[in-house]
Nanobody, 121 residues
């Protein structure tokens, strides 16, 4: 069994910064891609950023230059540093990982419980 636990959300003013973290635990052989997604009320879940096992990154256009994704393989953790936050960044942020379990020969997708980010003055 694999579980993902997120933390770091909260209320910030426009222009502020926040860092999210997501740690995986369980019988993990290795973790391939990691990513962050977000969903605002009444809207579809959208991609924020992804990072491969070789640290290749990809960002949604609205996040480029403001957000940075990083991973710590020793801790099975992915981070999202968010700077210059805007009200439109308000959403529930979810982490996602493709995990190879020790008892498996294939990867499974796992999701965190979500953490609320609210940007408001």
């Amino acid at each position: 069994q694999v579980q993902l636990v997120e933390s770091g959300g909260g209320l910030v003013q426009p222009g502020g910064s926040l860092r999210l973290s997501c740690a995986a635990s369980g019988s993990i052989s290795r973790i391939n891609a990691m990513g962050w997604y977000r969903q605002a009320p009444g809207k579809q879940r959208e991609l924020v950023a992804t990072i491969t096992s070789r640290d290749n990154t990809n960002y949604a256009d609205s996040m480029k230059g403001r957000f940075t994704i990083a991973r710590d393989n020793a801790k099975n953790t992915v981070y999202l540093q968010m700077n210059s936050l805007k009200p439109e960044d308000t959403a529930v942020y979810y982490c996602n990982m493709k995990v190879r379990r020790v008892v498996s020969v294939y990867d499974n997708d796992y999701w965190g419980q979500g953490t609320q980010v609210t940007v408001s003055s």
